[in-house]
């Protein structure tokens, strides 16, 4: 079993950064292709970012390549997003996930094959 918790969300402006942390507990010990997930009202949650807890290549949607940093602190057990540029259609709800998915990366919304551990989310708000 893996506990994963979010925490970071809340309200900014176009252009705005902000930075969500998923504390990660329980099996944190094997292999993880670690992600991060977004759900807006009414659409299909999607994968954004992803990062083996092994290390190596990380993933990016489109929608965020360039803007969006994934990265993990193993010592501390945590997850990051940096999120940079944002854009009011980066409003959602925030998740990370924990599954063994390889390669660790995703193919667009309602695409979730592999993830066995979600977190409860945090919202994200971006105002033009």
């Known amino acids: 079993q893996v506990q994963l918790m979010e925490s970071g969300g809340g309200s900014v402006q176009a252009g705005g950064s902000l930075r969500l942390s998923c504390a990660g507990s329980g099996n944190t010990g094997r292999s993880w292709c670690l992600a991060w997930f977004r759900q807006a009202p009414g659409q299909e949650r999607e994968g954004i970012a992803a990062?083996?807890?092994?290390?190596?290549?990380?993933w990016y949607s489109d929608s965020v390549k360039g803007r969006f940093t994934i990265s993990q602190d193993n010592a501390k057990n945590t997850l990051y997003l940096q999120m940079n540029s944002l854009k009011p259609e980066d409003t959602a709800k925030y998740y990370c996930a924990a599954g063994v998915r390889w390669p660790c990366s995703f193919n667009g919304p309602a695409d979730y094959s592999g993830v066995d551990y979600w977190g409860v989310g945090t919202s994200v708000t971006v105002s033009s």
């Open positions: 990062i083996p807890t092994t290390g190596g290549s990380t």
